[in-house]
Every structure is written in structure tokens, then in C-alpha cells.
């Protein structure tokens, strides 16, 4: 999955940080419910204009991060 069709990242939008295009729903918050228990179906109710897609498209981005995230060993 090419998550960019999906997820934008503009200055003037939520300070930069990354969103559903077209929204203001941060992939944070969308990773925070997540990591609190909701299902996406409780996702999407909470927010009726995203789609499954946009879920899978957080997960993706997250996985990329992470993947390509540098660990600085403590001293």
C-alpha cells in the first residue's frame, strides 16, 4: 500500500503533522484509539467520512516510521 495517496503532511494543517488528506484527523489520534482498544469500526463510526483504507494507510505509515527509525544507544 502507497500510503502517500492517503496521508498528507502540511504546515498550515494540524502544525505539519501527519493527516488524513482532506481532514484534520491526525494519524496520531487514529494510532492513539487504536492503542486504547477501538476497532476500526469503532473508528469509523466516530468518523464517518474515513474509510477502512485510511486505517490501513495509518498502519502502513507507522510501520515505515518505525522501520526506518534510529536508535541512539544511551551512554
Known amino acids: 500500500m502507497d500510503y502517500k495517496e492517503y496521508i498528507?503532511?502540511?504546515?498550515?494543517?494540524?502544525?505539519?503533522?501527519?493527516?488524513?488528506?482532506?481532514?484534520?484527523?491526525?494519524?496520531?489520534l487514529i494510532l492513539r484509539m487504536l492503542s486504547e482498544g477501538s476497532s476500526t469500526e469503532d473508528?469509523?463510526?466516530?468518523y464517518p467520512?474515513?474509510?477502512?483504507?485510511?486505517?490501513?494507510?495509518?498502519?502502513?505509515y507507522a510501520t515505515d516510521v518505525v522501520a526506518n527509525e534510529m536508535l541512539i544507544p544511551a551512554a
Open 49 to 60: 467520512n474515513l474509510q477502512a483504507i485510511h486505517i490501513n494507510a495509518v498502519l502502513a
Open 43 to 46: 473508528i469509523l463510526v466516530a
Open 8 to 28: 498528507e503532511s502540511k504546515s498550515e494543517i494540524m502544525l505539519g503533522k501527519p493527516v488524513i488528506k482532506g481532514t484534520r484527523i491526525t494519524v496520531e
